[in-house]
């Protein structure tokens, strides 16, 4: 079965840094767009950060010159370097494909950013 498995995410404080992995189980991803989502309790999930199978990046306004969105197509892994973290970035995160495949979804990952 193919999945995405997210991982990296913690407690931070803000002005922090983190770095997200999501490792597929299989290189069809090399072929795919792939995207960071975010999503909070009681809000729909949001796209945070893009990239395509030619490397071209894009990037919500909330997160744009803080976040960095990278792939490693020799390990099958999507890359989501996350600095000067704010509180309002607290959320559970996810990889997927560009646009999203619904039975790609995994468990995420919690990035908290709390003083």
């Known amino acids: 079965q193919v999945q995405l498995v997210e991982s990296g995410g913690g407690l931070v404080q803000p002005g922090g840094s983190l770095r997200l992995s999501c490792t597929a189980s299989s290189r069809i991803f090399n072929i795919y767009n792939m995207g960071w989502y975010r999503q909070v309790p009681g809000k729909q999930r949001e796209l945070v950060a893009s990239?395509?199978?030619?490397?071209?990046?894009n990037y919500a306004d909330s997160v744009k010159g803080r976040f960095t969105i990278s792939r490693d197509n020799a390990k099958n892994t999507v890359y989501l370097q996350m600095n000067t973290l704010k509180t309002e970035d607290t959320a559970v995160y996810y990889c997927?494909?560009?646009?999203?495949?619904?039975?790609?979804w995994g468990q995420g990952t919690q990035v908290t950013v709390s003083s």
């Open positions: 997927n494909s560009f646009p999203p495949t619904d039975r790609y």
């Open positions: 990239i395509t199978t030619g490397m071209s990046t």
